[in-house]
Nanobody, 121 residues
């Protein structure tokens, strides 16, 4: 059973910073692409950033230059450093991972439970 456990959300003033982390756990797995998505109240979930095992990153235009995604493959953990936060960044942030099982030899998509980020003006 694969689990993604997130941490690091909270309340911050505009212009402040937060770092999110997400650790994947499971037996005999290889974690491929990891990423972050977010969902604000009344809106659809949207892409924030992804990172491959080799470190290739992609960002949404709205966070480019303010957010940085990184990962530690040895710990199967992905991080999201968020700087210059604005009220429009307020949302539930969800970790996502494409995980390959060495047992079933199949890949599947997993989501974390979400962590709330609230930016006050």
């Amino acid at each position: 059973q694969v689990q993604l456990v997130e941490s690091g959300g909270g309340l911050v003033q505009a212009g402040g910073s937060l770092e999110l982390s997400c650790a994947a756990s499971g037996n005999l797995i290889r974690v491929n692409v990891m990423g972050w998505y977010r969902q604000a109240p009344g809106k659809q979930r949207e892409f924030v950033a992804t990172i491959t095992r080799s470190g290739v990153t992609h960002y949404a235009d709205s966070v480019e230059g303010r957010f940085t995604i990184a990962r530690d493959n040895a710990k199967s953990t992905v991080y999201l450093q968020m700087n210059s936060l604005q009220p429009e960044d307020t949302a539930a942030y969800y970790c996502n991972a494409d995980v390959y099982s060495l047992v079933s030899r199949m890949a599947a998509d997993y989501w974390g439970q979400g962590t709330q980020v609230t930016v006050s003006s």
